[in-house]
């Protein structure tokens, strides 16, 4: 026998073995087993031996959770929650967290939290979304400890206090959480709330963006373009655009662009510009836009045309973007004054 056929082979009895396993799981879960419904729905639910079917693994989650595995209740209220399988039913999430964080769930408590916040299939009420997020941060949950951060940093229910969002923000960091870790970042490098320290925040945002985090690649990007803590260097800042941009990143993929067009650690291609703004475009990137209506407004790669600059002016600027407001606004008063006939003396 082959290699080739030894391969083939092993595979063929791996494949068994899968199937002769969710067979096992079927037929237990029919008899009524509910650890065996909730292994078969999270089979469904990650399509591990089975095709992935939310459908399925919601109907195998209904039936553990009705026997009380908070397992199942959770993922349960999280299947509801995100309208996967069916359509989204906050109040049906509500009541499956409620039933799961009675039993101690610690990731059900923190979902909790999430649906006061946000006031998903009940009031908002920051106060008791703080109550949840603090019952989970005591198991040291990751999520928690970042929700309560975010919650001082953005004044809900308490008082702004970026010192207590840090002090929060760094528990989750500790715990490797990585969105915590970019907020760090974020926070040292534009000062806000506590002093302006560039390597504090280089030292949060580095490990997150070498790991493949998107935002903290763009982040990265931005401390290399500006020299924010160290040298500018438009070659590095590039590379982490490039890296952030290949996720699909829209901010990044403006960044891309705008060195493109400004020739900064690239030389300058006003094609290729127009490729990474079209793409931050799509995604309703009102910059990305913008720049767009920039570049046919001054003929950069393109030929000028004044009406395609309007019209992406203007959807910039209904998504707020001060300078699309301000460019709109120079093209119909030079529309309206060329309009108006002179008046001869």
Same mark, same amino acid.
């Given at each position: ?155 809900? #229910?308490?008082?702004? @206090?970026?010192?207590?969002? =840090? ?5 989750? $960091?500790? &715990?490797?959480?990585?969105? +915590? ?111 767009? #209506?920039?570049?046919? @407004?001054?003929?950069?790669? =393109? ?5 395609? $600059?309007? &019209?992406?002016?203007?959807? +910039? ?29």
């Amino acid at each position: 026998m082959s290699q080739l056929e030894e391969l083939l082979q092993q595979q063929k009895e791996i494949a068994a073995a899968i199937d002769a396993i969710v067979e096992q799981r079927r037929q237990a879960a029919a008899k009524g087993e509910a650890d065996a419904q909730f292994t078969l729905g999270l089979m469904y639910e990650q399509g591990q031996g089975v095709v992935q079917n939310y459908r399925e693994a919601l109907r195998c989650f209904e039936k553990a959770a009705a026997q009380g595995i908070a397992d199942a209740q959770f993922r349960l209220g999280r299947l509801l929650d995100r309208g996967l399988g069916e359509s989204a039913d906050y109040e049906k999430a509500i009541h499956w967290y409620q039933e799961a964080a009675n039993q101690g769930h610690v990731a059900a408590r923190c979902a909790l939290g999430q649906m006061f916040e946000n006031g998903h299939g009940t009031q908002q009420d920051f106060a008791a979304a703080m109550r949840w997020y603090k019952l989970a941060a005591t198991d040291k949950y990751a999520d928690a400890h970042y929700f309560m951060g975010s919650m001082y940093e953005n004044h809900h #229910g308490v008082e702004q @206090d970026y010192f207590e969002a =840090v002090r929060w923000y760094k528990l989750a $960091a500790a &715990l490797g959480h990585v969105v +915590a870790q970019c907020r760090l970042a974020r926070i040292y490098g534009g000062g806000l709330g506590v002093k302006r320290d560039y390597a504090e925040a280089l030292r949060w945002v580095r490990g997150p963006a070498e790991q493949g985090n998107a935002t903290a690649q763009l982040q990265l990007g931005v401390m290399y373009e500006h020299g924010e803590g160290m040298e500018e260097d438009p070659l590095e800042a590039m590379r982490w655009y490039r890296l952030a941009a290949a996720q699909g990143d829209a901010n990044a993929q403006c960044k891309v662009g705008f060195m493109y067009s400004n020739g900064k650690g690239v030389s300058c291609d006003y094609p290729e510009a127009m490729r990474w703004y079209r793409l931050a475009a799509d995604q309703g990137n009102a910059t990305a836009l913008c720049n767009l #209506g920039f570049m046919f @407004d001054h003929g950069h790669g =393109v030929p000028a045309d004044e009406s395609r $600059a309007l &019209l992406y002016y203007n959807k +910039a600027a209904k998504r707020g973007d001060v300078y699309a407001i301000k460019n709109r606004d120079m093209i119909e008063a030079r529309r309206a004054a060329q309009a108006t006939p002179k008046v001869e003396a």
